[in-house]
């Protein structure tokens, strides 16, 4: 009963919540898991696609405080030992993984569930299974969700770079020594869209596309950021979480891509996006299912 009369709640608030353009009641950090749970399953009822969604649930993410270690591997972990699940602060990739999870989900449980295998190697939860790096792990173990969309949205624009990427560096540099179970180290090309380019390729995002900042002078890593774009009222925004100003936030596409362009630190952008046979009305993906997903 009590679960039936959350709902019932919440069917009344969202709709009004949302044409109202106020949704400060709805922020994440204002909820409990119970109010998330329902949100869920109401939010799930709507008929809206994937991205419709990650819209939606993005905006209840903005005023965020940033935390670089908001989140880790459950309180009984070896090496990080933060949550598996926060929603008080959050990072650049945690936004993006939270998002994408709770877009795809109709309850807590299952939103849990989908969070981990976004996160890691087919779900199974430790610091070696951690998808840590976003071009050479996270969008590779997501295909089954993602498709990388660089070429796609910036055709003859697009441009590649070739690195060499060491788990073992990484760990190292976490003072851990044991490497059983650790990736040898890879060399990878991914596609990127110059920075130069940043405008021209802005007809060709779409809403809910997911971006990474590629690093120049760099020989061992490509991306430590992530963001989102979104279109509100027809205006395309950049929505990140970030050091740079401490919170979850929203920047107009113009004014962003200025920015990076006159950054010495980055030499473009790659670009990722829900895959179109996922991305339809309605549309939820069960935990049980990815297995399925992934075999295709």
């Given at each position: 009963m ?40 109401v ?7 994937i991205?419709?969604?990650m ?8 005023g965020m405080?940033?935390d670089?270690v ?5 309180v ?7 949550p ?34 976004i996160?890691?190697?087919d ?47 990484f760990f ?11 990736l ?8 990127y869209v ?9 007809p060709?995002l779409?809403?809910?596309?997911i ?10 890593i ?14 395309l ?11 979850t ?11 990076i ?9 790659s ?22 997903l992934?075999?295709?």
């Open positions: 009590q679960k039936f009369l959350g709902h019932l709640i919440w069917l009344v608030l969202l709709p009004a919540a949302c044409s109202a353009g106020d949704r400060q009641d709805l922020k994440f950090v204002n909820l409990s898991h119970g109010q998330i749970d329902s949100l869920l399953t939010t799930a009822a709507r008929n809206m696609t991205t419709e969604r819209h939606f649930y993005s905006d209840l993410f903005l405080p940033y670089l908001c989140s880790g591997d459950g009984d972990a070896l090496y990080e030992s933060k598996l699940v926060n929603f008080h602060e959050t990072n650049c990739m945690v936004y993006c993984e939270h998002v994408l999870a709770l877009s795809i989900s109709d309850s807590w449980d299952n939103f849990f569930n989908n969070l981990q295998q996160r890691y190697k779900g199974i939860i430790g610091m070696r299974t951690r998808n840590h790096y976003t071009m050479a792990d996270w969008l590779p173990e997501n295909s089954w969700l993602l498709e990388n969309a660089t070429a796609l949205v910036a055709g003859r624009m697009t441009r590649q770079v070739t690195r060499t990427i060491s788990h073992k560096k190292a540099g976490k003072g851990i020594t044991d490497m059983r179970y650790v040898p180290d890879r060399v990878i090309t991914i596609d110059p920075k130069a380019n940043l405008m021209d390729i802005a060709n779409k809403d809910g596309d971006g990474a900042l590629i690093f120049d002078n760099k020989d061992d490509f991306s430590a950021h992530m963001f989102m774009f979104y279109l509100r009222d027809g205006v925004a950049t929505r990140e979480s970030s050091s740079s100003k401490m919170t936030f929203e920047t107009p596409y113009p004014e962003w891509a200025g920015k362009s006159s950054s010495k630190r980055y030499i473009g952008i670009l990722m996006r829900v895959r179109d046979d996922l991305n339809k009305p309605g549309k939820i993906i069960l935990p049980w299912e990815i297995a399925g992934k075999s295709k």
